[in-house]
């Protein structure tokens, strides 16, 4: 074997015991706790590059904060704003807000942190980039692509900078168009019967979950105990100008456990409740979620301690981001703990259709939907600073933005246009490095 080849196999067995560690710090209590969850999760994650990235953010920020990249733009307060976290192509929806209105945001707000605006940005750009390649877009127009979102992102920032309040943009039915309004008129379209139908049945005039679904888990007593104990703390954590004036609306008249969330969730215990709506009417009952909170990738890179100390538990924390960076957020969001631990309650609604990527195959198409992507992620961070309920961020995000580029916004745009290309290129070869550690155990669970 040649010096290449060997300097070759070395770069690459150094780059498997960084995946095979940094993942397994990250999931080792979750494998655990759930290895057959975590062998599908797995599977999921080798189908292609853009699964694997999106099951390890904890990789990204491995490779960005400890990785010694210079980041030139994260500077001064910009450096310390609510971020997603794990913000990918996939990670966008519809959902019906605290207004009764239906918008198009940013969703899943699992991984939510503080951090710098840009690994934001440029987690989205590789994401992209990844997506662009399988379509197989020249690599021109995935660089123009990248280009359109920045730089939709800096204008919606310029524009909050410009506007006496930080809540006064969403995108709805009537500033959309494209793939994006598509999204917004499917979701006008459904009904909440529908989906009470396909998870509950009828029982002497009162709705249950149904007991054929293979994802649900009837309770044992004292099991069912606790998790109705914790509702009881969780209707505490939801804020006075959101609660339902009538108390029928939370009447619980179900509870079971529940498996199968999405990829994100494989190893967190979770629950399904069902609560009486605003009548006694079968149409009017809510579906809930309770969902023990993940530990974010972002705070095993970074000094954690400080915002750690701000919060009871990773469930607090999921819900004080969320409703910092999405303003006008499900009215049902709240926070509970079992045995200790940290639980995210949310509604299951029947109003949120993530954005389809699978018939988005054209340049010009993907054009209008990252225009819009990249203004929605300039609203979330620019409306989770003084002006909304939580104190963590003191200031006014975009003017901390505007501050840190300083008319640099082509070098910005430059540098998230290059990460972009080059991370994804790195991730397409993790992806194969995983995919060969797990087939050969190495990755923490059997691949069998």
Known sequence: MSDTSDAAASSTDDRTEVIVSVLGDAFAPLMEADPTAFRAKYRTMARDPHAFYR???????????????????????????????????????????????????????????????????????????????????????VAALTERYVRSYLDQVAAYVESPTDDDFSLHLDNTEGPVRHALI??????????????????????????????????????????????????????????????????LRDVAGKSGFGIGSAGLPAYSLLVEGYSQALDNDVLLSMKQANVPAISRFVDAAAVERYFEHEGHRTVVSQRALQVHTDPMLGYTDLDGVGYVVSEVSPYEVDLDWKDL?????????????????????CASDEDSDQDLVEFQVEEAIAASIEGRDDDLVAWVVDFGRTYAEQVRADHATFVAAFREGRIGVSAT
């Not at 942190?113 to 987690?123: I, M, N, P, Q, V």
């Not at 009904?191 to 888990?217: M, Q, Y």
């Not at 195959?361 to 961070?381: M, N």
């Open 55 to 141: 099951g390890t953010a904890c990789l990204f920020f491995h490779d960005v904060i400890t990785g010694g990249d210079d980041d030139p733009f994260a500077t001064g307060d910009a450096a310390r704003i609510w971020v997603h976290g794990d913000l990918h192509v996939e990670n966008f929806g519809t959902y019906l807000n605290s207004d009764g209105r239906l918008v198009f945001d940013v969703n899943d707000f699992d991984e939510a942190f503080l951090g710098s605006y840009t690994w934001d940005l440029r987690r989205f750009a590789a994401s992209l980039a990844l997506v662009g390649w399988q379509k197989a877009l020249p690599e021109e127009d």
């Open 361 to 381: 195959t054209e340049p010009s198409d993907i054009a209008q939907v990252v225009d819009l992507l990249g203004r929605a992620t300039a609203k979330i961070h």
């Open 186 to 251: 499917s979701a006008r379209r459904r009904r909440r019967a529908d989906l009470l139908d396909a998870n509950t049945r009828e029982v002497d005039g009162t709705r249950r979950f149904r007991d054929d679904d293979p994802t649900i888990r009837r309770l044992e007593d004292g099991e069912r105990a606790a998790v109705v104990e914790a509702f009881e703390r969780y209707l505490d954590t939801i804020p006075p100008r959101r609660r339902a004036e009538r108390d029928l609306f939370y009447d």
